[in-house]
């Protein structure tokens, strides 16, 4: 976002004309830029972080159908705490729901969750759960990298801490899966959640 | 629009507030009209600046009382938090205007 002072002024009627529509655009695009800094919601990460503290504990320490049935629920719930709490939050501020940043934002996060769908499936016909924990973190934080672009700091950091407990899940012991499970979709989203609360608005 | 005529848009900008029409500050005070609040860091993202440059600005906006500044501590590291003041926003709700208006007359006057 350039935001250099002007030159010189230039106060011909064709400038004046030229620099208003520039300011108006100037204006809309930092405040759009703005709400990315204030739509995401924290309360919203520590609930999605709670529920899937609860979700690790129903499906256990063992991936296969029941394991899976139990997380594919919490995510269910999640996508729902996630958006419920973003719109909740961007309404208050009064700004629009589909503003750019945030669009982009979604649609950072929408490719790898649906890259994830697909490979979950076909893991599951393989009867390959055990390696989902390790696809699911690393896809999620590659998605949280990507569109932490248009957000706050913090959600790209959340995004490298998700992505290194998906390669601790992938290249460690296939028994720690279901526990980086546990401490990113749970504990990374509550610590996170608590900082973006504190540090913006919420 | 080199032929626009007449001096109405010249008029509207000699309305304007001056400490808003420098892109630093109009954007600090925009960013603000969006958000409840901004510390320090993320308004240097969201601009692209320099700490000593959003520092001059802010504090320009904060002696004519568009912002506010708070100062805490946060994990024992200060954290400055920036507030648009109501006299903030009406000063950008009058620079909007001001906008709007040149733009509407510079049209007027080409007839469109």
Not at chain 1, 1 to 26: I, K, V
Not at chain 1, 52 to 80: D, H, N, Q
Not at chain 1, 95 to 109: D, T, Y
Not at chain 1, 153 to 159: A, F, I, N, S, W
């Amino acid at each position: 976002m350039s935001s250099t002072p002007s030159a010189a002024p230039d106060r011909t009627p064709a400038a004046l004309h030229e620099r208003a529509l520039a300011d108006l655009q100037f204006i809309r695009r930092t405040m759009e830029g703005a709400a990315a800094f204030t739509t995401l919601s924290g309360a919203g990460l520590v609930a999605i972080g709670l529920s899937a503290l609860g979700a690790g504990f129903l499906a256990g320490s063992s991936p296969g159908p029941a394991w899976l049935r139990v997380w594919v629920a919490e995510a269910v719930l999640a996508i729902a705490v996630g958006v419920t709490g973003t719109v909740w939050k961007t309404r208050a501020a009064r700004l629009p729901i589909l503003a750019g940043p945030l669009r982009k934002f979604g649609l950072a996060l929408a490719a790898p969750s649906l890259a994830g769908a697909v490979l979950t499936i076909a893991l599951a016909l393989q009867g390959s759960y055990v390696l989902l924990p390790g696809v699911w973190l690393l896809l999620y934080g590659s998605g949280l990298l990507a569109g932490g672009t248009f957000s706050i700091g913090l959600v790209p950091v959340m995004g490298g801490c998700f992505m290194a407990l998906g390669v601790a899940a992938s290249l460690l012991p296939l028994s720690v899966g279901p526990l980086a499970m546990v401490a990113g979709f749970g504990g990374l989203h509550i610590v996170f959640g608590v900082l973006v609360a504190r540090g913006h608005g919420g | 629009m080199s032929r626009l005529k007449g001096g109405a848009p010249l008029d509207a900008a000699r309305e304007l507030d001056a400490l808003l029409h420098h892109r630093m500050r109009l954007g600090l005070v925009s960013a603000l009209a969006a958000a409840e609040a901004l510390s320090f860091n993320d308004l240097k993202a969201l601009l692209e600046t320099s700490d000593g440059n959003l520092s001059v600005h802010a504090r320009k906006l904060e002696d004519a009382g568009y912002l506010t500044c708070s100062k805490t501590f946060e994990n024992r590291r200060p954290r400055t938090d920036y507030r648009l003041t109501a006299r903030g926003r009406q000063a950008l709700g009058r620079y909007l205007g001001h906008m709007e208006a040149i733009i509407r007359r510079a049209r007027d006057t080409l007839g469109h």
